[in-house]
């Protein structure tokens, strides 16, 4: 009778409407749909402490509960339930747990830490089949594990990991009728303790996934072979038989031998002299390849590096090899001597060597892995990028190239950051160069712990389109864009702000704000949400899970809701429920890789619109904004029906119409229609056509035509020009707020300005950079050579912008508008009315960051209160 009240009890717990031989809750397992079916209704019991130096998980502690691991039974299951439910006194618990789709946390469950003492804990499911079949067990905790099927035990694997798909692929047999899975899952202190099954059918995805999760850590036990001759493969690895084929650093074949699952291979490398080689194993459905060395990596990079030093090489070779120097050096404080980071740099080391010593650039149209650096313009630093070149590449054949968007790496430098620490994930990126022949871009190292809130990352991006250009050959008609989380956001914000420069854009659960930022009108004029119209002839593939921990998926449901609401034709939302780990955009890579490769730009859409916050952006295909109101949102619509144009527009003042893309016929008579108005009929002079609807003339007096906010200047190449004219105070002030802004840069960018005084700019200087004076006419000669054309004075008791007088004899400001000196760069003034009250400013109230300051083209505030404009706003519009 008891019993049976107990099972009663455990159905009506878990509301589990199948009931089995046993009378215990089950899975069905009749049929497997693609997704699997999860492992979820669990009796789970313990936990039983363990001391952390003993190999634990061979402990078998259920005979303490008068059962025994290899023997279990649904009746022990069940009379374990009913003793630990009598026995108050225990720490040991039985229950009976719905997990729904997600991984079981035992430190949740248990009310533990990581840092809670070691221990065991068992999970038990019944798993019912109306026939006997075939399937696979997907497995993964994040320690050791011991799994029994029926009293089998199919899984016996002890070493620490983090939770990850696939770790366990294991072919199983289930009988018809009742199945007990029993599965055993330790724990060592200062860990995680998750668990999560999934029932299968074999699948080719499958393993490939599987494959990805090798990736992920290093086939071998160890990748550089210093102390030992042996190479031998982890036990945890391959469950199914392979074949093993290794090659050296010539290509040539040194061992070729079978892998049978189960058993550990391993094999004496003693014949083989010391070097780099590589191993490609071959399973079932796909084939993966690790790296190793055998010798002393390290010293055997030393040399190279002592001999490269010596030996005279072009400027941008000797930068991208003192990136290496410096990866190689980092490592060695941060790594240990097996670390396989180490293998990955010989190979570049190598590369390098061999190109110089035959005289060739190592960089210029060569296949491979690199650390490239390049000069940027913004402030003379040395910036960093990953780039893969796929072996396939030929310099006569121009490759797509793929840019994998930044995400946070920590407020470090890019050189010590995890993106490039991160090898398994830069290996994986390099598999995908190779497997979809094209060029993948990894860049960011402008990007710390936090995105920027400037353009400066578009215009590095720009630049190392450039910087590529030079040694390749891509096909700028297959630029695609890609990324996750936040990554996932600026792949679709780049696409909006430059319609027609990406032919398709890959993303996996975009991090999207909707909501307006009404404490920040910068990022709330820039947001994606904002300017995703633009995308419409833009291929777009979203994927997200719907069991998502990191970013909702409420956020690429709303995605997909105003993508709709926008008739946006090539967005294409996939959902899928399959997921369970915390960050598994990097399984999804793949499906972007391919999504994107099917597609080209296409110039000439014979519909347009666009949308732009700001004078940056200003180009959709075969359309232009040449002159646009500076303050307010510019949006343009444009449709051609054979040679009939009608454009609809808001606050845009002037376009040029691309002749050689616009889809029409040539050579005929074009109509175009301007807000219901024929502005334009017959057949045009040249290959563009220009539209002026509003003369300058017309416009409100304070109107300065090429004005832009000061953050727009400090994501362009600048210097800091510090006044030299002024008293003994004014030198004081004006130092102070140079090395403020200085210390501000190198905080975000870990690098420093260009700064000189106003008597040293050259006119190479006002011809190329833009220049952010700082004083004011009587403390800086820049500023008094130009004051009489600004639209600024200045007294003891007030400032004046524009017109627009600020009383008070502590003010400070900044202001931005074309240089007089040269109309083609810019002119910012950071400045003050005295000297003794002087500071830079600040947007918010947050602590300061250079790439969220400068929100206007001009912005007056008091000493005292530094965020608090007393007049903002944008030349042609107030705030």
């Not at 009931?19 to 899975?27: D, H």
């Not at 029932?199 to 072979?225: G, H, M």
């Not at 290496?324 to 740099?345: A, E, I, P």
Request: charged residues 20%.
């Amino acid at each position: 009778m008891n019993k049976l009240l107990l099972i009663l009890c455990l159905t009506t717990i878990i509301g589990c409407t199948n009931t089995p031989q046993s009378g215990l809750p089950a899975i069905e397992c009749n049929n497997i749909p693609d997704s699997g079916v999860v492992i979820n209704k669990l009796q789970i019991i313990g936990p039983f402490a363990a001391d952390d130096r003993n190999p634990f998980l061979q402990t078998d502690n259920l005979q303490t509960l008068g059962a025994n691991e290899t023997t279990l039974t649904t009746d022990d299951l069940i009379r374990i339930h009913q003793t630990l439910k009598t026995s108050p006194d225990t720490a040991i618990t039985s229950r009976w747990v719905d997990t729904g789709n997600y991984p079981v946390d035992f430190n949740k469950l248990f009310n533990t830490s990581k840092a809670d003492d070691a221990g065991n804990v068992y999970c038990a499911a019944i798993i019912t089949s109306k026939r006997k079949k075939k399937a696979r067990l997907h497995f993964s905790s994040t320690m050791g594990e011991k799994i029994w099927l029926n009293q089998q035990l199919i899984c016996d694997v002890d070493f620490y990991k983090y939770m990850t798909t696939y770790e366990q692929y294991i072919p199983i047999e289930l009988n018809k009728g009742e199945n007990l899975l029993l599965m055993k899952i330790n724990k060592k202190k200062k860990t995680d303790w998750d668990m999560y099954a999934r029932i299968e059918n074999e699948s080719p995805t499958a393993f490939k996934r599987q494959v990805n999760f090798f990736s992920n850590f290093s086939l071998f036990d160890t990748r550089t072979l210093k102390w030992t001759d042996t190479l031998s493969i982890k036990k945890f690895f391959l469950s199914e038989d392979a074949h093993l084929v290794i090659t050296d650093a010539h290509n040539q074949h040194v061992l070729s031998d079978s892998i049978t699952s189960g058993q550990r291979w391993a094999a004496d490398l003693s014949h083989l002299p010391d070097g780099y080689y590589k191993a490609a194993v071959t399973l079932h459905y796909h084939s993966m390849e690790h790296d190793f060395y055998k010798g002393d990596a390290i010293d055997s990079i030393a040399k190279i590096i002592a001999q490269l030093q010596s030996m005279p090489m072009s400027d941008n070779t000797r930068n991208q090899l003192d990136a290496l120097v410096f990866r190689y050096h980092h490592l060695q404080k941060n790594s240990w001597f097996g670390d396989h980071k180490y293998v990955t740099l010989f190979a570049q080391f190598s590369h390098i060597l061999k190109h110089v010593q035959q005289g060739r650039d190592p960089f210029h149209h060569t296949p491979g892995l690199f650390i490239r650096a390049y000069r940027s313009p913004i402030d003379n630093s040395l910036q960093y990028y990953i780039l893969h070149v796929p072996q396939c590449y030929q310099k006569e054949k121009p490759l797509p190239l793929m840019t994998i968007m930044p995400v946070a790496v920590g407020n470090m430098p890019y050189l010590e950051s995890f993106r490039v620490a991160n090898i398994n994930l830069t290996k994986r990126f390099e598999a995908l160069a190779n497997a979809h022949e094209m060029m993948v871009v990894e860049f960011g190292s402008r990007r710390t712990s936090h995105p920027n809130h400037n353009t400066i990352e578009e215009v590095e991006w720009n630049n190392i389109l450039r910087d590529i250009q030079k040694d390749y050959h891509i096909d700028t008609t297959r630029l695609y864009l890609s990324g996750a989380c936040v990554g996932g956001n600026d792949a679709l914000n780049m696409a909006a702000k430059y319609p027609g420069q990406f032919a398709a854009i890959g993303t996996v659960s975009p991090e999207i704000n909707f909501a307006s930022d009404a404490d920040n009108p910068w990022v709330a004029r820039h947001q994606t949400a904002s300017m995703l119209a633009n995308t419409c002839n833009t291929p777009i593939l979203n994927i997200h899970c719907s069991y998502d921990r990191h970013v909702p998926v409420t956020v690429s449901r709303n995605l997909n809701t105003l993508a709709q609401s926008l008739k946006l034709n090539l967005f294409t939302y996939r959902e899928i429920n399959s997921e369970y780990v915390m960050y598994y955009a990097d399984e999804y890579f793949d499906d972007l890789f391919r999504f994107c490769l099917s597609n080209r730009s296409n110039p000439s859409p014979a519909d347009i619109d666009f949308s732009s916050p700001h004078s940056l952006y200003k180009k959709a295909y075969w359309l232009t904004l040449t002159d646009r109101h500076p303050s307010k949102w510019a949006h343009i619509h444009a449709q051609v029906n054979q040679n009939t144009i009608d454009i609809t527009h808001e606050n845009v003042n002037g376009y040029t119409l691309d002749l050689k893309h616009l889809p029409h016929r040539k050579g005929q008579p074009i109509t175009l229609t301007d807000n219901g108005r024929v502005r334009f009929r017959g057949i045009p002079s040249s290959d563009s056509l220009h539209i002026q609807t509003n003369p300058l003339s017309q416009r409100h007096s304070s109107y300065i035509a090429g004005s832009i906010p000061l953050a727009q200047v400090l994501s362009s190449p600048f210097i800091i020009v510090k006044g030299t004219t002024g008293s003994p105070k004014d030198h004081q002030t004006i130092n102070a707020l140079a090395d403020t802004l200085n210390q501000h840069w190198h905080n975000r960018y870990f690098t420093h300005c260009r700064i000189k005084n106003d008597s040293e700019i050259t006119p190479d200087d006002l011809k190329t950079f833009h220049l952010i004076a700082l004083g004011n006419h009587q403390s800086n000669a820049l500023i008094k050579r130009c004051s009489a054309q600004l639209p600024l004075q200045i007294t003891e008791d007030a400032i004046t912008i524009n017109g627009q007088r600020i009383a008070g004899q502590q003010l400070n400001f900044y202001m931005v508008c074309p240089n007089p000196l040269n109309p083609q760069r810019h002119l910012a003034i950071i400045g003050y009315n005295n000297p003794l009250n002087a500071t830079t400013g600040r947007e918010t109230s947050a602590p300061f960051d250079i790439s969220n300051y400068g929100w206007y083209d001009y912005k007056i505030w008091q000493a005292n209160a530094p965020f608090n404009a007393e007049l903002a706003g944008y030349f042609g519009g107030m705030r």
